[in-house]
């Protein structure tokens, strides 16, 4: 009878918690003010077009490096086999005792990125990269004109810029702060006249963080439709394991994507922010097992391409170390009973959880554990545990879970968190819901505008590839205490592969959530594929 009472009691806490996130998800939260064009919240809707030059539906293969690079129209020929070469070293702190852990290297500008012979593409000269503090300085126009309708989604007053962004179903409430961060930063580089002459359209598809078919109807009609000039500074991880091979078939520049899907790793024409998913769980697993030692662990599992990303970067860590995997527990996106899965952990009897998926399946997992009363000897691990809502909604069941983060930490002080945090509530009234995409988010829409900025004001997408290629952003500070390093080649791009790990030790926020247990540091695992 008492099991039974708290299994009632655990579906009761599963479906309010279950129908919050979701009603928050589908309402949505209102701007303060109405931001620059979209076809998102608070913006126009996009234009319509039919150039047939533009998109492809079709999945097509990686590795199209033409000369031209760039038009959306060529066909090219296969690239040479040399791979983006792993980083050699990264701003911030390295912890030591890694296999393989890279040495201390030049993170500057200096550093020209490799070309795919080995040899390094020549320097043009371009705007150093900004301070971080402001969140995009605006570029005047020329005085002899900006050259009007450069390329396609380029006028003499506007550029289009397109992305997938998640905007509804489970983490939507969670997700459309990503799309607010960008928009908070373009609204202040347009309203003081954008970037020469042009202010930035931002033309936004909801794929609710999904692969297959909805980010495939969204890459043709951004493409064929909308007919944007480039795909900006957007996040949906599920969303690019489909699109990625789309835009480089297309040879469609995709700068400052959020990098989560490692195939945004093998296309030359994707400029990825963040790291990648697997070193996400590569760094926190890594870590977990020097500090706490298990012999066995758990897996709950997103049961997605991304989740299986997650997953299998934890996987090649444990089994360095020799963790034994005794169980794989999966769910899908949306479920609301996890009950099966908590007992089937419980048999196994891991050591601990590590859980490779988004933050509501790991929150109902441990409400539904809570209530049945079970608890792993160790405490838990994850990708996503760092976002504020998980240790609001579960309290003291959390404490101790070890997590990743992109970089330094709120209560690290750097200027940048304040001025992340009063320009997005400019803007927007639900920074309660943001987490450590949003940051990325922003972070890349600073990175597209600087990019932008170094392309000129005779903008086209050859220009843009070229002058990313070339480094104008290496070197570039997110002002969260990492750097990017570039490494470009004909097989893709690296700018980051820092991980940070923090701690919960703070259920009830107070001050703050979590501490940081390691500083940034390269992930020394990291290969491309």
Known sequence: MRTTKRRRDAQAALAIVAVSLLGAACAGIQPKNVPAGSNGPGGPQSQTGTDPNQGATGLGGFGQF?????????????????MVPVPSGRSGSAATGRPGAPSSGAGSATNAPRTATGGTYPATPSPAPPAPGTPGVSAPAPSGGNGGATDVGVTADSIKLGGFYIESGPVGSLGI??????????????AEGGIYGRKIQVVDCDTSFTSGDKPRTCYSKLTQQDKIFAFASAGDGPAMVTASPLICKDQIPAIWMDGLASDEFKCPFIFPTGPPGRSQSHVVADYYVKAKKPKTVGFLIENDDIGNEWAQGAREVFATYGVKVVTEQRYNLGDTNL???????????????????EPLGGILFQLQAKSLGYKPPLPAAGVTCNVEIWPREVGDYTKGMICEHPWQLPQSGLPEHANFEQTYKKYWNDWEQRNYYTEI????????????????????RARLLDVLRRGALNGFDTGFGVKFKQQSSAGGNIFDTEVAVVEITEPSGKPYYYELRQ?????PYFTVG
């Open 66 to 82: 033409p000369t031209g690079a760039g038009t959306g129209t060529g066909t090219g020929s296969p690239p040479p086999t040399y």
């Open 177 to 190: 702060t990503l799309l607010k961060a960008v928009k908070a930063v373009y609204n202040e580089v347009n």
């Open 339 to 357: 009950n099966a899965q908590v007992i089937n952990m419980q048999a196994a009897n891991p050591d601990f959880v590590f859980f490779a998926d």
């Open 441 to 460: 988010h922003w972070v890349a829409a600073k990175a597209v505008v600087e990019t932008l900025k170094a392309a000129g004001p005779n903008l086209t």
């Open 519 to 523: 500083p940034p540091a390269p992930d």
